[in-house]
């Protein structure tokens, strides 16, 4: 686990589009928009996770085969 990340601006900009992804789900969850919105904003809020975990766990250089800077 890389615990320096997090203090970095991408590993803070990465926690910060998390948590606005996370505040869209759950307004569009509450006031009963169409399942499509909340489906997105909740697809949003899983990938944006997963790629926040795959920089704390360093799965980045693991993973050769993708080019990281356009994901």
Do not use: Q
């Not at 997105?40 to 993708?66: H, N, S």
């Amino acid at each position: 686990v890389d615990r320096a990340f997090p203090r970095t601006p991408r590993g803070a900009l990465k926690i910060s589009r998390t948590l606005v992804a996370l505040a869209a789900f759950i307004c569009f969850a509450a006031s009963g928009a169409h399942g499509a919105y909340t489906a997105l904003a909740g697809m949003e809020t899983v990938i944006t996770l997963l790629f926040l975990l795959l920089y704390l766990l360093r799965l980045d250089t693991r993973m050769r085969f993708l080019f990281w800077p356009l994901a």
